[in-house]
């Protein structure tokens, strides 16, 4: 993370010098898409596990170390972006781009086994026995929304325009829903704000952009987290720990409008 942290705020003097130096050539735009985000990595689940545990557990509370999983892995899950940037020409090719956005991630899973190696303890009530894995149904979304800040460096040739550079990103909200069903037929839904996301998210961006007009252009942009956005969690009666070791991952097709030309 330091890494990230210093790649990402060490531009910012270049920046703003060059936008200083250079304020008649500096261009002002507002960006705004839609896009697909997952969780990629070890345990791609996008902490689902960790939120279905809670709420397992508080239906459950003298169940011991069940820890429901998902398999089949992230899903792509429909997100939005809208934000701000400016563009600063350093030559007749090379562009250096900073944005604010506001930002959606996160991933969507299918939940089909609930275990824990490979059968469910469970003390609840009379004395503990340990069963096959619970059949489980259900599908959960987990929506993040974060306050990122990119600052990419590009180069144009044409109407195109290739960039690529770090961002990081404040956490804003988090947002589970979905609804799930254990080995029974009730089904029970979830809608509700969580706290199983860490604050901060760093990585780097990549993409590619066409000028459709002076002022009017489109842009495909890939993202890729570096950094677990999950918390770590104590679970079970032993209060052993576990990390959710996944990143954030997303696709997004942007329009952008010059503001000023």
């Known amino acids: ?20 130096q250079t304020p008649q050539s500096t261009h002002v735009y507002l960006r ?15 902490a689902t596990g960790i939120l279905l545990l809670t709420d397992y557990s508080r239906s459950y509370p003298n169940a011991s170390d069940a820890t429901p999983l998902n398999v089949g ?4 899950l429909l997100v939005g972006t809208v934000g701000v940037g400016v563009t600063v020409p350093v030559s007749p090719h090379f562009v250096i781009q900073a944005e604010i956005n506001l930002e959606q991630k996160g991933s969507k899973v299918n939940l089909t086994e609930a275990l824990y190696d490979r059968g469910l303890i469970i003390c609840d009530p009379g004395p503990c026995s340990t069963s ?31 960039s690529a550079g770090p961002y990081v990103g404040y956490k804003l909200a988090e947002q589970l829903s979905g609804s799930y ?22 990585g780097f961006v990549a993409g590619i952009g066409y000028a459709l007009t002076p002022r009017v ?23 052993s720990e576990r990390m959710e ?8 097709l942007a329009v952008r409008y010059e503001l000023t030309h």
């Not at 890494?3 to 003097?13: G, I, R």
């Not at 070791?245 to 997004?252: D, G, K, L, P, V």
């Open 132 to 162: 096959v894995p619970l059949l489980a149904d259900g599908s959960f979304s987990s929506r993040l929304t974060y306050l990122t800040l990119p600052i990419v460096a590009g180069y144009r040739f044409g109407q195109l325009t290739l």
């Open 245 to 252: 070791e996944f990143y954030n991952q997303s696709m997004q």
């Open 1 to 20: 993370m330091k890494t990230a942290l210093y790649l990402a705020f060490s531009c910012f003097p270049f920046g703003a010098t060059t936008l200083a």
């Open 217 to 239: 252009g489109v842009d495909i942009r890939y993202s890729q987290g570096l950094l677990y956005p999950a918390k770590a969690f104590r679970y079970g009666i032993s209060g």
């Open 181 to 202: 069903s254990l080995k029974n037929p009730l089904v029970v839904p979830i809608n509700t704000a969580t706290r199983g996301y860490k604050a901060f998210d760093a």
């Open 32 to 46: 705004a898409g839609i896009g697909y985000s997952r969780a990629t990595g070890g345990q791609a689940t996008s």
């Open 73 to 76: 892995g992230s899903q792509w």
